[in-house]
């Protein structure tokens, strides 16, 4: 068992391009969630799976981000035009849906994303 | 709208001493309040967990105190170390609802 990993730890880009995360959580975990997380803030859910399945999106999700768990195993954040407000870390972390009310997440290290 | 407060924002305790952090919700459908520690560079940890139908429970050092009643709940850092400098979050709801965390130094 190896935790949660997150590719890359670091990425800077331009204000415009499209950025892709990867997220691979613990195997045997069906649940598995995105987090935004700034300097001195709480981390702010954005949406989480269930195997394949999206169960919730944020409000606050703005379109142009997606993600997506096609096999219920890794996933991938994608922003498309990327703009400098969305500089954060995002953080995946995965879980298993074993009792709803005593769900225990872990983390990942996150992906440090820099826009400039 | 922020539903989860947290206090203070930051937090200085002598090595020995009792460390606490407040967290306070509205929501009254929550039924599930955990603590995380997060250290720089890494994603949060989960500390201990309380569910509504319990006033307490302790880990080791760690104690939550929950007041449903006031829809308040407290951590506890017994006999803090350096160690334990970090920023701590309380959450609700499966996670999904967070404070803005308090940062704790721990002095030597």
């Known amino acids: 068992d190896t935790g949660v990993s997150q590719d890359p730890r670091h990425k800077i880009t331009k204000r415009g391009q499209n950025v892709t995360f990867r997220c691979d959580p613990i195997s045997e975990h069906n649940r598995l969630y995105w987090y935004r997380q700034t300097l001195g803030q709480g981390p702010e859910f954005l949406t989480y799976f269930q195997n394949e399945a999206q169960l919730e999106k944020s409000r606050l999700l703005s379109d142009r981000f997606s993600a997506e768990r096609p096999k219920g195993s890794f996933s991938t954040l994608e922003i498309q035009r990327t703009e400098q407000g969305d500089s954060a870390m995002y953080l995946c972390?995965?879980?298993?849906?074993?009792?709803?009310?005593?769900?225990?997440?872990?983390f990942g290290s996150g992906t440090q994303l820099s826009v400039l | 709208q922020q539903q989860v407060k947290q206090s203070p924002q930051s937090l200085i305790v002598q090595k020995g001493g009792i460390s606490i952090i407040n967290c306070a919700y509205e929501?009254?459908?929550?039924?599930?309040f955990p603590w995380y520690q997060q250290f720089p560079g890494k994603g949060p940890a989960l500390l201990i967990a309380i569910r509504p139908d319990v006033s307490e429970k302790k880990e080791g050092r760690f104690t939550i105190s929950f007041n449903k009643s006031a829809k308040q709940f407290s951590l506890h850092i017994m006999d803090s170390q350096p160690g334990d400098s970090a920023t701590y979050f309380c959450a609700a709801s499966r996670e999904m609802i967070w404070g803005l965390g308090t940062s704790l130094a721990v002095n030597p």
């Open positions: 929501n009254t459908a929550f039924d599930y």
């Open positions: 972390a995965s879980s298993l849906d074993q009792d709803a009310t005593n769900e225990k997440l872990f």
